[in-house]
């Protein structure tokens, strides 16, 4: 008893660093009611499909909602008390404390389902570490398409998880199972539906493509490094110290402004391949958020060969830092603004697939 006590808080701060918790449990909730509102604001949704949509998140609100959620609330690990497609959403990351029970139809654990390194996917097995200069990315060609292929096992699967959420929640649509009224049925269109957004959020944050998920290649001192995939996902928006009003207000705007404007450029329609090139195009994200994260915690030396002992990152540095690193000049802040909205825009169009598909239109 006294051990289980003692476990439990561990357990709960072990989750709550692992990897799989990409984007936090806010991010997920605000990001797929953020869909939800894409969707019912679109004059192209169908009315049946909207109809639907307005029953998966009671007490939804507008687009101010969300901003007043995104600027006040504090979540942290989910609670179980969430309503409606928000408990649901963040059941991925909920399970994946399991690293051992498969989740049919796949032989892996849920954890591996979130993510997909891009090294590991390589073919060469001397170039499966990160790089900054992202050399040891993948050829996209060259991944081979079975599962039992040997490389899946340290990649991460998440291309066969977008893609078969996205089946489940076709068959459901079709077979008018259409909610979710009990918790304990599995087999529904809100389940799927939230399933299907979850992975395909986790599919944009670049921490979730590489085997490197801390940045720890960015630091002299790699076990004493800090935690940058948290820096990255839940510390400005869902920290339990500071609320970060002007951080985050000026985030909000990028995020608004994103997504008014941002085009999807993934156009095929295979989901499988979508996913990695997601993967890909958000991998190219790393080599920011790495200088970032060196800048921001004051990490001496170079990327390629950093010196001394770093502190921990001030997290309004982090993410204010700004660079051409990546292509074109913006911030961390920006980058995560433009890859977020990408998450909304891509659940927004694979649901409404998945709805016509469902209906045979
Ligand atoms: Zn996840």
């Keep these: 008893m006294a051990i289980k ?67 006040k609330s504090r979540v942290g690990a989910a609670s179980g008390s969430e309503k409606g497609i928000s408990w649901w959403v963040v059941q991925p990351d909920a399970r994946s404390g ?69 089946k489940e929640l076709v068959k459901s649509i079709k077979a008018g199972r259409l909610s979710a ?38 630091f002299a001192d790699r076990r004493g490094a800090p935690n940058v995939h948290s820096e990255m996902e839940y510390k400005m928006n869902d920290d339990e110290k500071n609320d970060y009003p002007k951080l985050r207000a000026d985030y909000w705007k990028l995020l608004i402004k994103q997504l008014d404007t941002f085009k999807d ?21 790393i080599p920011l958020i790495g200088l970032a994260a060196m800048q921001a915690s004051g990490q001496q030396g170079t990327p390629e060969k950093p010196t001394g002992r770093a502190g921990p990152i001030d997290t309004d540095k982090f993410f204010r830092y700004s660079s051409e690193v990546t292509g074109t000049h913006e911030t961390v802040m920006q980058m995560k603004a433009r ?18 598909e469902g209906k045979g239109k």
């Excluded at 979850?198 to 979730?208: G, I, S």
């Excluded at 990695?276 to 958000?282: G, H, I, K, M, P």
Aim: glycine share 2%.
């Design 265 to 285: 450029p993934i156009t095929t329609k295979d989901l499988w391949l979508a996913t990695l090139q997601v993967s890909l195009e958000s991998y190219k994200q």
């Design 339 to 356: 890859q977020q909205a990408w998450a909304v825009v891509r659940v927004a169009e694979v649901w409404r697939r998945a709805w016509d």
């Design 98 to 166: 399991d690293k051992k029970t498969p989740v049919p139809p796949f032989e892996f654990a849920e954890q591996k389902l979130h993510f997909t390194d891009m090294e590991n996917l390589n073919a060469d097995v001397d170039k499966r570490a990160y790089k900054h200069d992202m050399s040891d990315a993948p050829d996209l060609n060259q991944v081979p398409r079975d599962i039992k292929d040997e490389r899946w096992k340290e990649a991460g699967i998440l291309p066969f998880a977008v893609e078969n959420s996205y």
């Design 5 to 71: 006590k003692l476990l439990a808080p561990l357990l709960i701060v072990a989750l709550f660093c692992s990897p799989v918790f990409a984007w936090g449990s806010k991010e997920h909730m605000l990001l797929t009611r953020l869909a939800i509102l894409r969707l019912l604001n679109d004059a192209t949704t169908p009315a049946d499909m909207k109809t639907w949509l307005k029953t998966l998140q009671p007490e939804l609100g507008t687009v101010a909602t969300q901003q007043a959620f995104f600027m």
């Design 181 to 218: 009224d009990d918790r304990k049925d599995e087999d529904n269109a809100v389940r799927w539906a939230a399933f299907l957004a979850h992975y395909t959020e986790d599919n944009t944050q670049p921490l979730h493509a590489t085997e490197d998920y801390q940045c720890k290649r960015y």
